[in-house]
């Protein structure tokens, strides 16, 4: 069965201080693994799609990059509008499958 | 352009009765899913619509859980005789196909309230 986890669950930072979440996966067959962005109250926001081991992808303060067993988004000087849930998914296994397994969630909070 | 919308954006209803939410998806995407997020826990994935092919139900929790959607347009989520377990976020996202690996675009989802 695929499973996504995500760490740490929570994670608190000072505004300009930099770091990185988890998500470890185990999938047969990975197909893309994504990143979202989920505000309080708000569906899901798309940051990023990976699909193979060694790609990397940024976007302003983000960076996801991803190994054969899990992927990392790293968080460069954030701000305190960057306070958000960050979930990670996989993709994966043949024959058109097309669900996205998701892991919990890293709660993120950037104090000023 | 327009984005995923689902209404109603929050529904509180008795246990019992039965509930029907509806999604609009991007207009030209073809692929269609839903997934319920329940409180403090992942999104779990329900059912998948892709053009004219056979429904994927394989995540649907029980048989009083239906979706339909016409062509490639409006879905409803159609929960029967709700229960206190089925209070969640039920959240749309659509793709432009269902083929290769596509990103999935989430609507706002809505909150349903079990009493």
């Known amino acids: 069965e695929d499973q996504v986890t995500q760490s740490p669950e929570a994670l608190r930072l000072q505004e300009g201080e930099s770091s990185s979440l988890n998500c470890s996966y185990t999938?047969?067959?990975?197909?893309?693994l994504f990143w979202y962005r989920q505000d309080p109250g708000k569906g899901p926001e798309f940051l990023f799609t990976l699909y193979s081991a060694g790609e990397e992808k940024e976007k302003e303060r983000l960076k996801a990059t991803l190994t054969k067993k899990e992927s990392f988004l790293h968080i460069t000087a954030p701000k305190p509008e960057d306070s958000a849930t960050y979930l990670c998914a996989v993709q994966a296994g043949f024959g058109g499958a097309q669900k996205l397994v998701f892991g919990q969630g890293t709660r993120l909070t950037i104090n000023p | 352009g327009a984005g995923v919308s689902q209404s109603p954006s929050n529904k509180v209803t008795e246990k019992g009765k039965d509930v029907e939410l509806r999604c609009d998806p991007i207009?030209?995407?073809?692929?269609l899913y839903w997934y319920r997020q329940r409180l403090g826990q992942g999104l779990e994935f329900l059912i998948y619509f892709q053009g004219n092919s056979a429904p994927d139900k394989s995540g649907l929790p029980s048989d009083r859980f239906s979706a339909e959607r016409t062509g490639e347009s409006v879905s409803t989520l159609t929960i029967q005789r709700t229960q206190q377990e089925d209070s969640a976020v039920y959240l749309c996202?659509?793709?432009?196909?269902?083929?290769?690996?596509?990103?999935?675009?989430f609507g706002p989802g809505t909150r349903l309230l079990v009493l």
């Open positions: 996202a659509s793709s432009r196909s269902g083929g290769a690996v596509q990103t999935q675009y």
């Open positions: 207009s030209g995407h073809t692929a």
């Open positions: 999938v047969s067959g990975l197909r893309g």
